[in-house]
């Protein structure tokens, strides 16, 4: 799997490697240590909390205490700090070259795979999740061109022992969900790396995150970006710190979808 530097980096071939190569590349060392460490400081407690108290950081079902998320929403109450990490100009740039220059941001959370954890089925993301309902999406729907894309930050050591996540390599160009015949885990790599790495990928490639084997948790920042006229699966806006809006950047508010006017009324043509 390739993997690149702020020296090597380069968003064109990231991109190119993200639609026509393995579908996914590591950013090496892409944020400081110390800032990732007062990170994960701030997300362990919050889903240490989740145990104790039942709040809404916690997600529902089974598996709740098992894979604990904080949602954008949350993450912005926790630390401004967590959501600006997707403005950093490698993520950003990445982006451009495979989304558009005016992509947005689908959703993001902190996701914490706790010991015992048993790891996922093999899936592709929103907006392809559920093409198994193939007739629901328009005739010819492939993946040439993409509608996804994926950062994960890392914000533990992504181990085989910890589950890091799994993928199958060259997945993403044929759009569709693994069958047995694919032997999905006996074909897939591994995304593993250090505190402060990126990971990207094409969510049109197969996926998952596997068992945690280990006696610790296992945090990352799952980051889902779009193009810009695809309808995120997180609702955003509703209930954020109006501080950060105040005071976010253009990256930003490119990202909650501020420089896509509609739908409005009457619509308006763009602005060259």
């Known amino acids: ?55 809404h950081f916690n997600q529902s079902g089974a598996d709740a205490l098992l894979q604990r998320r904080v949602w954008f929403r949350d993450l912005v109450a926790l630390d401004h700090d967590i959501a600006h990490l997707v403005e950093d100009p490698m993520i950003f740039e990445a982006m451009q070259a495979f989304l558009g220059s005016e992509f947005v941001m689908g959703s993001l959370c902190a996701s914490r795979i706790m010991p015992g954890f048993g790891g996922q089925e093999p899936h592709i993301d929103y907006p392809y999740w559920d093409f198994y309902r193939s007739q629901t999406f328009p005739m010819r729907t492939n993946a040439s061109f993409p509608l996804n894309a994926q950062a994960v930050v890392l914000i533990d050591p992504f181990t085989e022992e910890n589950g890091a996540t799994a993928l199958a390599p060259g997945s993403q160009k044929t759009l569709r969900y693994p069958d047995e015949a694919d032997d999905f885990f006996g074909n897939c790599i591994r995304l593993t790396g250090e505190p402060g790495d990126v990971v990207l990928f094409f969510g049109a490639a197969w996926h998952c995150a596997m068992p945690n084997n280990s006696d610790a948790g296992r945090i990352g920042l799952l980051v889902e970006f779009l193009p810009k006229f695809v309808k995120p699966i997180e609702d955003m806006l509703t209930g954020l710190d109006p501080t950060f809006l105040e005071t976010a950047s253009p990256e930003m508010r490119q990202l909650l979808g501020f420089r896509y006017p509609w739908p409005s009324t009457p619509p308006e043509p763009p602005i060259a």
């Open 1 to 55: 799997m390739k993997v690149m530097t702020r020296e090597s980096f380069d968003p064109c071939e990231a991109a190119e490697e993200l639609l026509d190569g393995v579908g996914a590349l590591v950013l090496k060392d892409v944020f400081e240590k110390a800032r990732i460490a007062r990170i994960h400081e701030r997300i362990v407690a919050a889903t240490d909390a989740v145990t104790e108290t039942g709040s």
